[in-house]
């Protein structure tokens, strides 16, 4: 079965500062890639996702997400954070099912 | 448009006792997806159902079970309940089985076992 790996599992950045989250994952397959995020006290909603084509997709909130697969990698960016960008994000693979992994809590100070 | 709804929303219950938990999908969509999300994790895959029928499992006890209905909707089941079980419990949605289909979540059921 798939698995996913966040590295980071708190950041804390100023406003303006430039973010980049790491996500791994291990599938020999063709996978599906995704990033997720869960404001506080709200529901998961998807920032972006990743299926076939351009390995560098836009999301929503000027997020960005980079597919290199000779690394397995597929990792968030944004080059300037927000306050409201306070949140927690999960990448997530979807190979048969979706996996996610264990999350990364962004704090931005204001 | 209705997103994702789950009931209820919090839930108390004692170890030993049987618990059901309820999911209701985003018109039109035919999988849905449960997960269990204990603190300071993700999500972690418990069942997919599509079309009435289990499509996938994670790896959780037997204790664990899951129905979809006619119209959709879906049911999780935990019998015997331990004190590992208290969770939120998360309800996706998909228009199909297959992997290239975007998942919307409900606001999830929290689960407490004392």
């Known amino acids: 079965a798939q698995s996913v790996s966040q590295h980071n599992h708190h950041v804390i950045l100023s406003e303006a500062a430039s973010l980049e989250l790491g996500c791994n994952y291990s599938y020999g397959g063709t996978v599906n890639l995704f990033w997720y995020v869960q404001y506080p006290g709200q529901h998961l909603q998807l920032l972006l996702k990743?299926?076939?084509?351009?390995?560098l997709v836009k999301g929503i909130k000027g997020f960005e997400a980079e597919f290199i697969k000779s690394k397995f990698s597929f990792n968030l960016r944004k080059p300037s954070v927000q306050w409201s960008d306070t949140a927690e994000y999960f990448c997530a693979v979807n190979a048969h099912d979706m996996r996610f992994g264990a999350g990364t809590r962004l704090t931005v100070k204001p | 448009d209705a997103g994702v709804t789950q009931s209820p929303t919090h839930l108390i219950k004692t170890r030993g006792q049987q618990v059901t938990l309820r999911c209701s999908p985003i018109s039109g969509h035919k999988s849905v997806s449960w997960y269990q999300q204990v603190l300071g994790q993700g999500p972690q895959f418990i069942f997919q159902y599509y079309e009435k029928e289990e499509r996938g499992r994670g790896n959780f006890p037997d204790r664990f079970s899951a129905r979809q209905f006619p119209n959709y909707s879906s049911e999780l089941n935990v019998n015997a309940l331990l004190l590992g079980d208290s969770a939120l419990y998360l309800c996706?949605?998909?228009?199909?089985?297959?992997?290239?289909?975007?998942?919307?979540f409900g606001q999830g059921t929290r689960l407490t076992v004392v």
């Open positions: 996706a949605s998909s228009l199909a089985q297959n992997m290239n289909t975007e998942a919307f």
């Open positions: 990743y299926f076939s084509g351009d390995p």
